[in-house]
């Protein structure tokens, strides 16, 4: 997901200054947008530096990654079968009595109540640890209600990902779009760009 990404963007910021960090490390999130000063200011709101609060840096990443606030995706992975993947984050979710995964699915069951987004959840996110000192990844729903969104990711992946990434960053460069490029969960098979407004 693109929060991690972010993450590391944050906790490079909290070494680096408010500049965006160039430091040649693949998991970086790296800014790539018009050549104008303005349009970076459009990417970062307010200026986030190893001194900023906890509250600037959780209001900077809310403000990039903006998507619908009544629900969120949280990661999980199998103990039985090492897949991973993302469902919504439930209050009931293996509650006893309540709960009957795996029997009933999530989206059959009458008693889903999706958690909301909070500076508390965008927290544990960016530390990537939950109030339990569990791991913990949350991702974004980017497709509002309205059917629109804030920002927009596309992924590239299998043969030729380098050069396909490359090329579309060149065309959002080229109509001055802000792109953010990253490297993959997957590590070097593919990457993400994500255009932000």
Not at 80 to 104: D, F, L, M
Request: with cysteine; charged share 30%; proline share 8%.
């Amino acid at each position: 997901m693109l929060y991690l990404a972010y993450r590391q963007r944050v906790r490079s910021a909290r070494s680096t200054g408010p500049e965006w960090p160039n430091d040649g490390n693949d998991a970086t999130l790296r800014v790539l947008a018009a050549d104008s000063p303005e349009t970076l200011m459009e990417l970062r709101p307010s200026p986030v530096a190893q001194t900023s609060s906890s509250q600037d840096k959780i209001d900077l990443f809310r403000s990039l990654f903006r998507g619908r606030e009544d629900v969120y995706p949280r990661r999980f992975e199998s103990r039985k079968t090492g897949k991973s993947g993302y469902a919504p984050a439930c209050e009931n979710e293996w509650v006893p009595g309540i709960c009957e995964k795996p029997r009933i699915k999530c989206a059959e069951c009458p008693h889903r109540r999706f958690l909301p987004v909070t500076d508390e959840v965008i927290r544990w996110h960016l530390s990537g640890r939950d109030r339990d000192g569990q791991p913990f990844v949350a991702g974004v729903y980017p497709l509002l209600p309205d059917e629109t969104c804030f920002f927009l990711a596309v992924d590239f992946d299998k043969a030729g990902w380098h050069e396909d990434a490359e090329a579309f960053l060149d065309t959002c460069r080229r109509l001055t779009l802000p792109a953010a490029l990253e490297q993959s969960r997957s590590g070097r098979r593919g990457a993400r760009v994500a255009l932000l407004r």
